[in-house]
């Protein structure tokens, strides 16, 4: 089988400036309808702080500094600690400052700052909503970043041209060293459930080790190694930044940017989760990510040699996990130990597993064989006295397999019926691991 991983490792802009200045409006503003929020299943949560925003067909991945709470610590403080982030980890940051205030003294503190930085920086000038206030962006090249791009966040004014200008400054992605043959994965997950444990047993268990290499402009590094079964892995480092200090202490949320650009970049991400201390709120925000990311998915309990396993133990976290993951019915799940080594040798084995149901393709006679015996066991919904009717289905595509489903009228297909689709779809075919996505198509 030939295999053809979706590399995608976003561009990172951050977007850094003073409070009040309209940060969070301009955030808002640049991801328009792009910000994705999954009805009708308890347990996935987004955090406001990151977003995924296009442009001309470009993707980038958007983080709202301002949505990082720095408590008891002074403004200047805090100002510095967002700056620092954003220069840390984005490709591309944009500077915001006001135009009803004009230039501040923090401003060009925070100019000072991006310049050390050596990443291009786009200065907007935002809440010029009048001719008098366009006018007056011109004491704002003192602060040394270039043209001032005159924007309102609240009336969508001047985004596009400063958009435009973003753009341009995107890396290119270079993915001649990508191997036709080769899986990526990533272990994902809070800080201390053991992440790094775990990506130094599985090179103790799979000893062949390619080469090391960087796999992003932030210092993550991939290790390349060959299972026993000869099949190539890139293991995708999730740590990013190595700079340790209180900023990172005081952003737990920022846990979770530090996964993102591993999550795109991995066909398959192995949720950790810690044994002895059960599921918490940031768990759930990083496999919601991965879930939405549409990548395979594999839940990987931890520590699992640290706990004192009752009778019952191990079908109580089972049914914890899913019961907090209601999303990821499709996720297996293996208790292991990073230090005793306790069942990782089945990891390879399964992800390739995995790898293989994403790309699986269902001929549309079977589909259709499967779909109609559904409909037969379970018949299609009515809403005011209509019914819904299901003329077809067929495959699409596959690294998520994707489906359109055919019908008289989208807005009869609940979503528990597309539900009850999915899972007999499951039922018929092996798609462990994966999600699918189902279309919903009117037939005029």
């Not at 005159?150 to 400063?162: A, K």
Request: hydrophobic fraction near 40%; charge should be negative.
């Amino acid at each position: 089988m030939k295999y053809g991983g979706d590399y995608m490792d976003l561009p990172v802009v951050a977007i850094v400036g003073r409070p009040n200045v309209g940060k969070s409006t301009l955030f808002n503003r640049l991801i328009g309808e792009r910000i994705s929020i999954v009805a009708d299943y308890e347990g996935v949560t987004r955090d406001r702080i990151y977003a995924t925003g296009s442009w001309l067909g470009r993707e980038f991945r958007l983080i709202d500094t301002g949505g990082i709470e720095m408590v008891d610590e002074p403004l200047m403080n805090q100002v510095r600690y967002q700056a620092e982030i954003a220069t840390e980890e984005a490709d591309v940051i944009i500077f915001v400052t006001s135009a009803q205030e004009g230039m501040t003294d923090t401003d060009e503190a925070i100019a000072h700052f991006l310049h050390r930085s050596n990443k291009p920086v786009i200065l907007a000038v935002n809440k010029a909503d009048n001719p008098e206030q366009r006018a007056q962006v011109y004491e704002f090249y003192a602060l040394g970043h270039g043209d001032p791009y005159p924007i309102s966040s609240s009336h969508g004014t001047g985004t596009g041209d400063l958009l435009d200008e973003l753009i341009k400054h995107f890396p290119h992605k270079d993915t001649s060293e990508e191997g036709d043959n080769e899986i990526k994965f990533s272990f994902i997950g809070r800080p201390n459930v053991g992440k790094s444990s775990l990506v130094n047993a599985m090179l103790k268990e799979e000893r062949v080790i390619v080469s090391n290499m960087e796999g992003t402009t932030r210092e993550a590094v991939d290790t390349h190694f060959v299972s026993k079964t000869g099949q190539s892995f890139t293991m995708i480092d999730t740590a990013g930044i190595r700079k340790r200090g209180k900023v990172y202490e005081n952003t737990e949320k920022y846990s979770v940017m530090r996964a993102l650009s591993a999550i795109d970049r991995s066909d398959i991400v192995c949720l950790v989760l810690d044994a002895e201390t059960g599921i918490i709120e940031q768990d759930k925000k990083v496999a919601g990510y991965a879930y939405e990311a549409n990548k395979g998915i594999i839940i990987l309990v931890n520590k699992w040699d640290a706990v004192d396993k009752s009778d019952n133990l191990f079908q109580e976290f089972t049914e914890k996990i899913r019961q907090e993951f209601q999303y990821l019915p499709f996720a297996p799940i293996i208790f292991v130990s990073a230090k005793t080594g306790q069942r990782l040798d089945r990891l390879p084995a399964m992800i390739e597993e995995i790898y293989e149901n994403r790309f699986r393709r269902i001929q549309s006679s079977v589909l259709n064989d499967v779909l109609m015996d559904a409909i037969a066991l379970n018949p299609t919904p009515t809403d005011k006295g209509r019914r819904l009717k299901i003329y077809y289905m067929t495959q699409v595509a596959v690294n998520p397999p994707t489906f359109v489903v055919f019908v008289n009228d989208e807005e009869l297909m609940h979503f528990s019926y597309q539900r009850f689709i999915e899972n007999k779809l499951r039922e018929a075919f092996y798609f462990e691991g994966t999600p699918l996505k189902i279309l919903i198509r009117q037939r005029s």
